[in-house]
């Protein structure tokens, strides 16, 4: 597939009752160092939403694209609509609650020649958890592993966000049946399509945990959505990567395992878990 030299970038961005947060992340948009961009803001049905459109009718920037539902249809739906409208050759997404170092776009397309081979780019992240900080290199670093099948299959080593080609995301979409681990589905479902993803070393993204604001999943959807994505998509799993998801699902629902289904599910992995959870960590 033939590249532009500034191909256009397109970035969903769906939010919730979280204006604040929302206006920080296009802010972090905003700053990007490659201005060939979109971004496309879906308001999923907020009771709370004059000041986020105040700020980007404000801002008076045609890249900055705002959409308000008038019912909510959920996060994935809400995805999948900026995704089915964007524009650009390379699609990429943003949380709400989350914020992006003004490099994130341009590391991203200096790896793009990596499309050609790999499902999608995807990089390590900054975390904050509340503190005040002056450059996101201050924060501390949330490493993630390099990609293997192994581990991949046992847990979403991704993240949340990846960089890949427009079509690619458009062919996959959200699923909007499950209730959780929507973004380990769609990058499952990528992998197997269009092959192992590519790891960028450097961090582009701050992950804002612990902000008191309410989440877009909820937890008691939690257990039942994980089981959703563990029926689909078992058939694709050894049976160590079976294991660890199983005892996943025990540890969401917080639910004690007996001794024969412990023995079942034991295995070297699940073992160390089991003794952090004793442990408390």
Not at 160 to 177: G, H, I, P, Y
């Amino acid at each position: 597939m033939v590249t532009h030299e500034h191909p256009l970038i397109s970035i969903y961005m769906p939010t919730w009752n979280r204006q604040q947060l929302a206006i920080r992340a296009i802010k972090s948009v905003l700053r990007q160092d490659y201005p060939h961009w979109e971004l496309w803001v879906v308001d999923d049905c907020s009771t709370a939403w004059e000041q986020l459109r105040q700020f980007i009718d404000g801002l008076n920037d045609a890249r900055v694209r705002y959409t308000r539902n008038t019912r909510n249809g959920g996060a994935c739906a809400v995805r999948n609509q900026a995704i089915l409208q964007a524009s650009g050759q390379f699609i990429t997404g943003i949380d709400d609650d989350d914020e992006w170092t003004p490099n994130r776009l341009s590391v991203f397309l200096a790896h793009r020649q990596q499309l050609q081979h790999h499902a999608f780019l995807y990089a390590n992240d900054y975390v904050c958890e509340g503190e005040v900080y002056s450059q996101p290199a201050s924060l501390p670093l949330y490493p993630k592993s390099p990609y293997s099948r192994q581990l991949f299959y046992k847990r979403n080593i991704i993240g949340n966000q990846v960089f890949s080609w427009a079509w690619r995301f458009k062919e996959s979409l959200f699923d909007t049946e499950l209730k959780a681990a929507q973004d380990y589905d769609i990058f499952l479902r990528m992998v197997v399509a269009y092959g192992e993803p590519w790891k960028v070393e450097e961090a582009t993204q701050i992950l804002h945990i612990n902000h008191g604001e309410m989440q877009i999943t909820s937890s008691p959807k939690k257990f039942s959505g994980y089981f959703q994505f563990y029926r689909k998509h078992k058939a694709k799993f050894d049976r160590a990567s079976k294991k660890y998801q199983l005892f996943t699902l025990y540890q969401i629902r917080n639910k004690r395992m007996n001794w024969r289904t412990l023995l079942t599910l034991l295995s070297l992995r699940n073992g160390k878990r089991l003794a952090d959870g004793l442990r408390g960590k």
